[in-house]
């Protein structure tokens, strides 16, 4: 299966810092990993408070990716191996990370995300092999 690293999903991180600011950013799923790049910006006036920040999770450090569909909107679970690895995200609580996806970015993020847990569930098989292997 194709990666497409220049395929990306809007996403948005509410209620950083008690709901003042919040993240938005893009999704890419590439060989690697999971890429998250994003800014805060203020809840109330849109203004930027950061520069963007890009943070790559690496299929090692990822445990599970969940799609959650609803009526108005999705969600995109990312379960880490450790909260370290996601300290650096905003609202990341207990090694998962949470981001809202838009109704009309629904489909195309479902689909990216296919792509990701099938590039996960690999990564796992080869692990299990090179554990194997060993024996």
Same mark, same amino acid.
Do not use: C
């Given at each position: 299966?194709?990666?497409?690293?220049?395929?990306?999903?809007?996403?948005?991180?509410?209620?950083?810092?008690?709901?003042?600011?919040?993240?938005?950013?893009?999704?890419?799923?590439?060989?690697?990993?999971?890429?998250?790049?994003?800014?805060?910006?203020?809840?109330?006036?849109?203004?930027?408070? %950061?520069?963007?920040?890009?943070?790559?999770?690496?299929? &090692?450090?990822?445990?599970? *990716? +969940?799609?959650? !569909?609803?009526?108005? @909107?999705?969600?995109?679970?990312?379960?880490?191996?450790?909260?370290?690895?996601?300290?650096?995200?905003?609202?990341?609580?207990?090694?998962?990370? %949470?981001?809202?996806?838009?109704?009309?970015?629904?489909? &195309?993020?479902?689909?990216? *995300? +296919?792509?990701? !847990?099938?590039?996960? @569930?690999?990564?796992?098989?080869?692990?299990?092999?090179?554990?194997?292997?060993?024996?």
């Amino acid at each position: 299966m194709p990666y497409s690293s220049s395929r990306s999903i809007p996403f948005e991180i509410p209620n950083v810092t008690h709901g003042l600011h919040l993240a938005k950013g893009l999704l890419k799923v590439k060989k690697e990993g999971i890429e998250l790049e994003y800014e805060i910006q203020d809840a109330f006036f849109g203004i930027t408070t %950061t520069g963007v920040q890009t943070v790559l999770l690496s299929y &090692e450090k990822i445990q599970e *990716i +969940s799609f959650k !569909r609803g009526w108005f @909107s999705a969600k995109i679970i990312i379960e880490a191996n450790s909260m370290k690895d996601v300290k650096e995200i905003p609202q990341a609580e207990h090694a998962s990370v %949470t981001l809202k996806i838009k109704r009309k970015h629904r489909d &195309e993020a479902e689909n990216i *995300i +296919s792509t990701a !847990r099938v590039k996960l @569930s690999e990564q796992k098989l080869d692990r299990l092999n090179e554990d194997n292997a060993d024996y």
